[in-house]
């Protein structure tokens, strides 16, 4: 069986990876999304990955601290966990680059776009952090320009929610889930799904989204391979 998706940029946020501890860093977690991701990989799929710092700092609830340096301080989270998932896939023998957007040359490539597609074309997975090197932009809307730049089939934002809601489906038991949206209805109505920011690049960009639930992890395969799960969201 054939991949629907020949190259794709996932979104990880950083809570997924600290599973029930809420902090931190859960290995065995990691490794069962890992294993998904390898699955991918080894069916000829090509993989970007925007991984989030929400497990090791939020710059939005730090408080009185001035935003610029709140943001920073979330760009070096979104390594740590960029280089965990490195650590986990380079363990299952799979080939792996990280790349930052801001320059730390120790432990990481810097983000050269044509250098990140040359890593995608000879099948290694390229792993993204310090979303898009700037404050005020999340990693979000780091995944959507990425999802771009590498010219991906689609964007994969793997959640903790099974898909897109009118409203919370933890909070409303007579939440309505989709099975498709465009990006217009997202901003219109205010869904959630991402920041507005992110949202517009996609749209703008004809850059098609897949929300699905990460905590089953082989959801990542099984969306590779046309599985019918999530919600899909593209404008046309």
Not at 73 to 79: D, E, K, P
Request: glycine letters at 8%.
């Amino acid at each position: 069986m054939e991949p629907r998706y020949k190259r794709i940029l996932l979104k990880l946020s950083g809570e997924a990876l600290a599973g029930e501890k809420k902090f931190g860093l859960d290995y065995s977690i990691i490794t069962e999304i890992c294993e998904s991701i390898k699955k991918c990989a080894e069916a000829g799929v090509e993989i970007g990955i925007v991984v989030g710092g929400g497990n090791f700092w939020r710059g939005r609830s730090s408080g009185g601290m001035d935003r610029t340096r709140a943001d920073h301080m979330g760009m070096l989270a979104t390594t740590i966990n960029a280089l965990a998932i490195a650590d986990v896939l380079e363990s299952m023998d799979i080939d792996v680059r990280v790349q930052t957007a801001i320059t730390m040359q120790q432990v990481a490539e810097p983000y050269i776009r044509l250098k990140a597609m040359n890593h995608l074309k000879k099948g290694r997975i390229v792993i993204f952090g310090c979303g898009t090197g700037n404050p005020f932009f999340s990693t979000d809307t780091a995944a959507a320009l990425r999802a771009v730049e590498i010219e991906a089939d689609i964007f994969f934002k793997a959640t903790m929610v099974d898909g897109v809601y009118d409203k919370d489906p933890h909070k409303y038991d007579d939440a309505k889930k989709y099975d498709t949206l465009t990006f217009s209805e997202v901003l219109s109505n205010e869904l959630g799904v991402m920041d507005s920011t992110a949202a517009t690049m996609c749209r703008d960009n004809d850059m098609s989204l897949l929300v699905f639930d990460l905590s089953r992890p082989d959801n990542i395969y099984d969306a590779v391979m046309g599985a019918n799960i999530g919600t899909i969201i593209k404008e046309n």
